[in-house]
């Protein structure tokens, strides 16, 4: 069972910037595939983005295209989103997960993921 754990949400004003980060704890990430998801208040988990490792490929939510970046380091083994311009909106819980090591093609459906963190939560104040 992989244990993903999430750090570096926080209170940041409108306009700035965050950097998410995402580790396997006590191993390595084996998934070709990660994403983040984020959920706010009363509202269904929302799709990010996502990144194939063996495929080279990205896929971006259509509210965060052009301000999120996610990224992937082998060698920290840890996945990163990295956010800029941050608007109220962003505000909720930000999780990251992982398909089974069977996938190649990212998804924005979150049942597709197997294993998932605990999330970080992001608020944007106005």
């Known amino acids: 069972q992989v244990q993903l754990v999430e750090s570096g949400g926080g209170l940041v004003q409108a306009g700035g910037s965050l950097r998410l980060s995402c580790a396997p704890s006590?191993?390595?990430?084996?998934?070709?595939?990660l994403a983040w998801f984020r959920q706010a208040p009363g509202k269904e988990r929302e799709f990010v983005a996502s990144?194939?490792?063996?495929?080279?490929?990205?896929d971006y939510g259509d509210s965060v295209k052009g301000r999120f970046t996610i990224s992937r380091d082998n060698a920290k083994n840890t996945m990163y989103l990295q956010m800029h311009s941050l608007k109220p909106e962003d505000t909720a819980i930000y999780y990251c997960?992982?398909?089974?090591?069977?996938?190649?093609?990212?998804?924005?459906?979150?049942?597709?993921?197997?294993?998932w963190g605990q999330g970080t939560q992001v608020t944007v104040s106005s």
């Open positions: 990144f194939s490792r063996h495929l080279g490929t990205t």
């Open positions: 997960a992982a398909r089974s090591s069977l996938y190649r093609y990212t998804s924005r459906v979150p049942g597709d993921y197997a294993f």
């Open positions: 006590g191993g390595t990430f084996v998934s070709s595939v």
